[in-house]
């Protein structure tokens, strides 16, 4: 038995764009390629026909990827202060012989 779809739930490159926060709808072939994790068309009747996407996939989609940017660890920025006052390794620190 083939899925039943909320043809309300469905959208172009245009609608994707949007939700993704794209100028351009072309801009949505180069996310699937740049992420494997994006949803694929439901509907892609090949070359120069539209493509259709699943609206909810696409929500889903940037839901996960905004609490994964959220969570990821940052690397604070090392200062020229920092790195001024750091302590310069001799050979004597380094357990070297002199």
Do not use: F, K
């Amino acid at each position: 038995m083939t899925p039943m779809i909320n043809t309300d739930d469905l959208c172009d490159a245009q609608g994707v764009a949007e939700l993704v926060g794209l100028r351009h709808a072309n801009s949505v072939h180069t996310y699937l390629r740049r992420y494997a994790d994006m949803p694929r068309p439901v509907i892609d009747l090949g070359p120069g026909r539209p493509r259709l996407w699943l609206r909810p996939q696409i929500e889903h989609w940037l839901t996960a990827r905004t609490a994964l940017a959220r969570t990821a660890i940052t690397v604070p920025a090392i200062t020229r202060t920092a790195v001024t006052q750091a302590p310069i390794a001799t050979p004597a620190h380094r357990g070297v012989a002199q």
